[in-house]
Each structure stands twice: as structure tokens, then as C-alpha cells.
T-cell receptor, first 114, second 114 residues
Framework: ETGVTQSPTHLIKTRGQQVTLRCSSQ?????VSWYQQALGQGPQFIFQ???????GRGNFPPRFSGLQFPNYSSELNVNALELDDSALYLC?????????????FGPGTRLTVL | AQSVTQPDIHITVSEGASLELRCNYS??????LFWYVQSPGQGLQLLLK??????LVQGIKGFEAEFKRSQSSFNLRKPSVHWSDAAEYFC????????????FGKGTTLSVSS
């Protein structure tokens, strides 16, 4: 049990639609990252938020956007969904401090785009 | 280029036999190294991590890993595999700096035969 929760568990959308995925981090964790895991692949970094500001981004287009809130929750928004967006979306939270910097992952949201 | 290579896509081990999963990395900064395990349909669970110090690290569920800087490797081992260890294993590398992401390998699927 990592203390990181995600909702919904599963989601089905059609091409062109928009989707919002939610993550609730461990209390006190000031950093949240989002990853996309396509079938049979390792997770790929989408972006990271530190104290409600985006401070890192992977090779994903601007239609992938996010928000981090003061209550340790966050959102991943994807506009104009494409078939290739079908994947497991993972959020990970961590407390960036000291010499220990471990990310704790949630169970993920399985997105299917038809 | 920064990358993680897990050379073995799929490994089958007999229950009770020893296990070694290979991981090689290429990273420009001082690496922080991780092994995660993922059961079907689940998120990622941290098995162990290496930040500094003793190059042999112990993790949960009887796993250990050894960091070898000269070989850019961080192989995962377990002396006696249990059927419940069947899962997908991911090696990842990251850095301490804020905004940096974890880079994952493509994973190794472990099957355990009786």
C-alpha cells in the first residue's frame, strides 16, 4: 500500500474526446509525476509538478496537461484523444528532500480510446 | 543518451531456484537506481533502491541488488523464487535534481514453474 490513489480505475473514450484522470498523493508529498505505460512497455515520463508548478516534461505534446492542488491531489488532462493514447496512466508522488527521494506509484488508470 | 536496458524480455524459473534479472543503464549524472515489480493490472511496487553507500542493497520479499558502477549494472537477485514472484519487473534510473524523471527499462516478465 503506497498511499497513492487514482481514479477512475478504468475509462473508455472515443477518439477526439477529452479526459481527466485524478491522483491523490501521500500527505506531505510535494512532487507528483505522471507516466504513460503502453501495453508491453515500461512507463514513460509525461510531466512532473513540484509545489503546483510544472518543473519537468517528457516528450509528450501540449494536449497532455496537468494540475497539482494544495491538498496533494493532481490531475492529468488529455485533449483530442488519439488511439495511441490507450495505455495505463500512473501517477507517482514523492517528498523531495534530504538524501532520500523515492517515488510511490498509484495503481493506475487504464484508458482505452476507441 | 539516457537509457535503461533489460536484456531479458521473459524468464522462466523453477520454484525454489535462484533468480537474476539483468539491468544496464546509461546516465549522465550520478544515478539513483530502482527496481519495481508490477503484477497484472496493478501499479508499480518498489522492491529496492540504491542512492549511495553499500553497493549491495536489500529489498522487500527477499530481493537484493548489486550496483556495479564499472559495468553500469544494477542486477536484481533472489536466492529462492516463490510462485508468487511471477510478475513484471522494471529497472529504473533517475537523478536527485528536481524535475528529472525516472527512466524505465521495458521490463522482464518472470514466470515461475512448479
Amino acid at each position: 500500500e503506497t498511499g497513492v490513489t487514482q481514479s477512475p480505475t478504468h475509462l473508455i473514450k472515443t477518439r477526439g474526446q477529452q479526459v481527466t484522470l485524478r491522483c491523490s498523493s501521500q500527505s506531505g508529498h510535494n512532487t507528483v509525476s505522471w507516466y504513460q505505460q503502453a501495453l508491453g512497455q515500461g512507463p514513460q515520463f509525461i510531466f512532473q509538478y513540484y509545489r503546483e508548478e510544472e518543473n519537468g516534461r517528457g516528450n509528450f505534446p501540449p494536449r497532455f496537461s496537468g494540475l497539482q492542488f494544495p491538498n496533494y491531489s493532481s490531475e492529468l488532462n488529455v485533449n483530442a484523444l488519439e488511439l495511441d493514447d490507450s495505455a495505463l496512466y500512473l501517477c507517482a508522488s514523492r517528498l523531495t528532500s534530504g538524501s532520500s527521494d523515492t517515488q510511490y506509484f498509484g495503481p493506475g488508470t487504464r484508458l482505452t480510446v476507441l | 543518451a539516457q537509457s535503461v536496458t533489460q536484456p531479458d524480455i521473459h524468464i522462466t524459473v523453477s520454484e525454489g531456484a535462484s533468480l537474476e534479472l539483468r539491468c544496464n543503464y546509461s546516465y549522465g549524472a550520478t544515478p539513483y537506481l530502482f527496481w519495481y515489480v508490477q503484477s497484472p493490472g496493478q501499479g508499480l511496487q518498489l522492491l529496492l533502491k540504491y542512492f549511495s553507500g553499500d553497493t549491495l542493497v536489500q529489498g522487500i520479499k527477499g530481493f537484493e541488488a548489486e550496483f556495479k558502477r564499472s559495468q553500469s549494472s544494477f542486477n536484481l537477485r533472489k536466492p529462492s523464487v516463490h510462485w508468487s514472484d511471477a510478475a513484471e519487473y522494471f529497472c529504473a534510473v533517475g537523478a536527485r535534481q528536481a524535475g528529472t524523471a525516472l527512466i524505465f527499462g521495458k521490463g522482464t516478465t518472470l514466470s515461475v514453474s512448479s
